[in-house]
Nanobody, 126 residues
Framework: QLHLVESGGGLVQPGGSLRLSCATA????????LGWFRQAPGKEREWVSC????????YFADSVSGRFTISTDNANNTVHLQMNSLNYGDTAVYYC???????????????????WGQGTQVTVSS
């Protein structure tokens, strides 16, 4: 059973940075795609980014492209989402998620992911 735990959220001023972490544990199989999503109050969950593990390629939504990056810590089974130049529109609960084993393409829809973390709150405020 895959267990995902996000951390690193918090309160940050506009223009600031945060690094979110997604720790994966307890997975007896393998996965190829890990995604990041966010959900602001009253809005639908939206795709932010995804990582293809075998290639190391990462993809980003237009709204965060150029500001967010992904890195991996394979020794600790952790994926990081570095968020820079944060603005009010980035305020949301951020989730990491994994596509079912066998799926090798990044998905941008929540229903394409089977395993989810509990989320971590990011608040951008002055």
């Amino acid at each position: 059973q895959l267990h995902l735990v996000e951390s690193g959220g918090g309160l940050v001023q506009p223009g600031g940075s945060l690094r979110l972490s997604c720790a994966t544990a307890g997975f007896t199989g393998d996965y190829e795609v890990l995604g990041w999503f966010r959900q602001a109050p009253g809005k639908e969950r939206e795709w932010v980014s995804c990582l293809k593990r075998s290639s190391g390629n990462s993809y980003f939504a237009d709204s965060v492209s150029g500001r967010f990056t992904i890195s991996t810590d394979n020794a600790n089974n952790t994926v990081h989402l570095q968020m820079n130049s944060l603005n009010y529109g980035d305020t949301a609960v951020y989730y990491c998620a994994v596509r079912p084993q066998g799926y090798v393409y990044c998905g941008t829809q929540p229903h394409q992911y089977d395993y989810w973390g509990q989320g971590t709150q990011v608040t951008v405020s002055s």
